[in-house]
């Protein structure tokens, strides 16, 4: 069973949004730390958005005021909602959990 799976990904011109989600199964979803994290081509993973189990959150200052991270506790689903989205927004985004888990990963393409 994959713990961590994104989905949402895909292609937008330049100001544009996208809404990722990342379902869990098989953790303690409600009370674990989740993130999103991206790697564009020929970059090391970087750290995009985290969400505490009470709600806190925390943004890489790049995209502070355009991405927003939310969580569904009761469908155990994280979010990332993104908006004013750039050409240097394009990379494949994972969420990940405070135990480690990775997903797969969703491939977001910004370009006109």
């Known amino acids: 069973q994959v713990p961590l799976v994104e989905s949402g990904g895909g292609l937008v011109r330049p100001g544009g949004s996208l809404n990722l989600s990342c379902v869990a199964s098989?953790?303690?979803?409600?009370?674990?730390?989740m993130n999103w994290y991206r790697q564009a081509p020929k970059k090391q993973r970087e750290f995009v958005a985290q969400i505490h189990y009470n709600g806190g959150t925390e943004y890489e200052d790049a995209v502070k005021g355009r991405f927003t991270i939310s969580r569904d506790d009761a469908k155990n689903t994280l979010y990332l909602h993104m908006n004013s989205l750039k050409p240097e927004d394009t990379a494949v985004y994972f969420c990940?959990?405070?135990?480690?888990?990775w997903g797969q990963g969703t491939q977001v393409t910004v370009s006109s």
């Open positions: 990940n959990d405070e135990l480690g888990d």
């Open positions: 098989g953790i303690p979803f409600s009370i674990l730390t």
